[in-house]
């Protein structure tokens, strides 16, 4: 089984045909900004990465097709701990589980491996400090460390400053 992780600035899944349409697929670098939040909230709303997804491509050898699977997907941080960001029930792991199948592919040589997408949709970005993050695949409760997409939030950048300097003083 082969299992790819990706990210993409925005995406579309056609659930008819499996397929993904991606925009700007394949980042590792963003950057925090301060969330829209709502109007009449907390004036100084908290740092949040942009909207974006993460698409898993799996390629399973015909064994493994036409099987319920479970894909599970979970944030971590550098040190390999799950990532909890707050709910309204306190904080929250950032994990997703799904049923998935992989359906054999119709009119091809037996033996000839099926194909599965699934795309989580993160619209309004995650409350994340600066630091490097993983997106870790699992099929089946089984793990690889390339079924997954390392990435780095950055820091929002400094707002510049103006000002004048005091006048140099005159050599003399």
Known sequence: MKVYVLLADRGTHNTQTG????????????????SAGLPDADP???????PYVVVVFIEAEL???????????????????VVAIPGL????????????????????????PG???A???LPTGLPLVPGIYRWQARINARVDDDWSALFYVAAPPRPP???FAAPAEPNG
């Open 19 to 34: 397929t993904l349409s991606l925009l700007n697929v394949g980042w590792a670098v963003t950057q925090l900004r301060r």
């Open 44 to 50: 100084k709303p908290p740092l949040v990465t942009g």
């Open 63 to 81: 064994a493994m097709c036409n099987k319920t699977l479970t894909l599970e997907i979970e944030l971590l941080s550098e040190d390999g701990e």
């Open 89 to 112: 029930a306190g904080p929250q792991a950032v994990r997703l589980e799904q049923p998935i199948m992989v359906p054999s592919p119709p009119g091809v040589p037996t033996g000839f």
């Open 115 to 117: 194909h599965a997408t």
């Open 119 to 121: 795309m989580m949709d």
């Open 161 to 163: 400053t103006f000002g």
